[in-house]
């Protein structure tokens, strides 16, 4: 049997607000690698620690994310410092894709990326996410759509991802993968849930070789009017306790 990476525990070194945080976050990478949403140690999810500094925290690089603790996720700023110089490196693709959104949108608490066959098909596809499912109608009601420039490493794409984004809460990034965004960790998971599942959907059904029957335009558009209403409590912090009950089915440890 394989040994655990050995972390020190931080319960009792961060406040209590942000040590719900880590649990929720690395319950969220858990759930990742649980739904096979993972990409070995690559893509990233973060959740933005309250307060003027726009600290954040991000995955350790190296770390499997069934492999992720609440005390192993690493807290930096927005230079992408490291706030406790023990904690483990991470990706700097991670950090400009994330801090670039946290600096930005104080409502995204969480932002989460993902690089699954379906969202990275879909996001090569020239049409985009098409209204094809019931589940489609959630993102397109606030969609956003940001071109590849290569891997994320350059300073000056944040700007243009800031403004692709805007105010919108899903993202597809072309020709590389899915994002959203939310008010807490349960809604950005629940977010990426219906985005990912929308995305499944369009996969096979297109590979059926049949004429699509596509929701008429009227409905497509009367969600996009209602987005915020449609967006605001999509039910993610109903979902998430039945989510962490089976994590905790499963095995304990993100709680550590």
Known sequence: ?????????????????????????AAAYRLIALYGWDDLIFTHVSARIPGDEH???????????????????????????KI???????????????SAI?????DATCVMHTHTTAGVAVSAQKDGLLPLSQQSLFPLSNLAYHDYEGVALREDEKARLQKDLGNNNFMILRNHGLLTTGGSIADAF?????????CEVQIQALSGNREMTPIPAGIVDTIRQQAEQVTRGMGGQLAWPGLLRKLDRIDTGFRD
């Open 1 to 25: 049997m394989s040994e655990r990476i050995a972390v020190p525990s931080k319960k009792g070194e961060v406040s209590a607000e942000e040590w719900q945080l880590r649990v929720d976050l």
């Open 190 to 198: 629940l977010g990426m849930y219906i985005l990912q599942r929308a």
């Open 102 to 106: 946290h600096a930005v949108r104080d």
């Open 84 to 98: 406790d110089p023990d904690d483990f490196d991470i990706n700097p693709a991670g950090f400009t894709i994330h």
């Open 55 to 81: 600290h954040f925290l991000i995955n350790p690089y190296g770390m499997m994310f069934e492999e992720i603790t609440a005390s192993s996720l690493v807290r930096v700023d927005q230079e992408g410092n």
